[in-house]
C-alpha cells in the first residue's frame, strides 16, 4: 500500500507560479512511479506529468510541455511539480498518483494510488 499526500496548492494571479508537492509513504518509494493528473468540474481526469522510478524517465501532456517540471527527491520520498506561467484554464484540483509500473502512463486506471487532491485556482 501507498499512500499519497499533495499540498502546495492555493490562489494565485495569472503568470504566476506554484509548486506542488506529493509525500509518499508506505513502501519504498524507489519502486514507484509518480504522476500527477487534474481535473476541473464537469470535466474528466487529465494527466499533467508523471516521473517513473526508472532514472530519466518522464512525461508532461504535450499542452502543458513547457510550463512545467516535474522531479522527485527519493531521500524525502517526495515527487514535485513546478508549474509557472499559470493561466485561467490551470484552475483545477490536481491529484498525485503512483503506479509500481515503470513507464509513465497518461491514462489514469494504470496508477493504483491516488491522493485526496489540491486545488489550485488561477485568478485573472
Known amino acids: 500500500q501507498v499512500q499519497l499526500v499533495e499540498s502546495g496548492g492555493g490562489l494565485v494571479t495569472v503568470g504566476g507560479s506554484l509548486r506542488l508537492s506529493c509525500a509518499a509513504s508506505g513502501r519504498a518509494f524507489t519502486g514507484i512511479t509518480m504522476a500527477w493528473f487534474r481535473q476541473s468540474p464537469g470535466q474528466e481526469r487529465e494527466f499533467v506529468a508523471g516521473?517513473?522510478?526508472?532514472?530519466?524517465?518522464?512525461a508532461y501532456a504535450d499542452s502543458l510541455m513547457g510550463r512545467l517540471t516535474i522531479s522527485r527527491n527519493t531521500d524525502k520520498n517526495t515527487a514535485f511539480l513546478q508549474m509557472s506561467s499559470l493561466k485561467l484554464e490551470d484552475t483545477a484540483v490536481y491529484y498525485c498518483?503512483?503506479?509500481?509500473?515503470?513507464?509513465?502512463?497518461?491514462?489514469?486506471?494504470?496508477?493504483?494510488?491516488w491522493g485526496q487532491g489540491t486545488q489550485v485556482t488561477v485568478s485573472s
Open positions: 516521473i517513473s522510478w526508472f532514472p530519466g524517465r518522464h
Open positions: 498518483a503512483a503506479t509500481e509500473l515503470v513507464a509513465v502512463h497518461q491514462s489514469a486506471d494504470r496508477y493504483d494510488y
